[in-house]
């Protein structure tokens, strides 16, 4: 939860250099919706205002980094997007794959039907707006078949993984950003994920050369039911 007492700063913080390589012609793009999350991500909530100076390092390369781990053309869904994190970042650094951001709370949806709006190009962005949560059958029907799921601190992974059972056809990956305390628990959950079908479940480190923006997913296959 955001602090109101927190100095809000003044506009958005100019792009690292590393950011120019990692999102290319995209860059005033993400420039934008860096922006856009600067600004009315802060007056909607949705980001924290001592958030602000960090928001590339932070929130938008480390989760452009998640791209490592998405396949060519793969169709992502982002659960729980919030203010679209990881999808919108990976979606600007990855203009080959398909997007859904999923999302229940309708002031975070409005922000994300706006973001999308305004990142819009002449060629189309294939992304889409999902309202609900991923265990709904009426959002699973609305998503249709998914390569890739992307989470980011949605969740406990047990958990994560029920919500999202529906999505998670046989062969479909789980990729979600978590953090150093998830990752020390991986070992005891193994057992509770491999119940739920999950295979293959393995952290790996991305965004080795973006510094501070470096972080590590956990990555996950649906087996065959």
């Not at 997007?81 to 979606?91: H, V």
């Not at 294939?126 to 998503?143: D, K």
């Not at 953090?179 to 991305?206: I, K, T, Y």
């Amino acid at each position: 939860m955001s602090d109101p007492a927190a100095p809000v700063q003044e506009g958005a913080p100019p792009p690292p250099p590393v950011a120019e390589r990692v999102f290319g012609a995209a860059l005033p793009l993400a420039e934008q919706y860096v922006a856009q999350l600067a600004t009315d991500g802060v007056v909607r909530g949705l980001i924290g205002p001592r958030e602000v100076a960090r928001l590339w390092e932070r929130h938008v390369l480390n989760s452009a980094a998640v791209a490592e781990a998405v396949p060519g053309g793969a169709r992502v869904v982002d659960v729980g997007s919030g203010a679209g994190l990881p999808g919108i970042p990976l979606g600007l650094a990855r203009p080959d794959i398909s997007l859904t951001l999923v999302e229940p709370m309708a002031r975070r949806v409005e922000f994300l039907d706006q973001a999308v709006a305004a990142l819009a190009t002449p060629g189309g962005l294939p992304w889409r707006v999902v309202r609900g949560r991923a265990e709904e059958r009426s959002v699973v029907a609305a998503v249709g078949p998914v390569d890739i799921v992307t989470a980011r601190a949605v969740a406990p992974l047990p958990r994560l993984v029920g919500w999202c059972r529906g999505l998670l056809r046989p062969g479909a990956q789980l990729v979600a950003l978590v953090g150093a305390r998830a990752l020390d628990e991986l070992p005891a959950m193994l057992p509770q994920l491999e119940a739920a079908g999950m295979r293959n479940v393995h952290p790996r480190a991305v965004g080795a050369e973006l510094g501070d923006a470096a972080t590590t997913v956990v990555v996950m296959t649906r087996g065959a039911r």
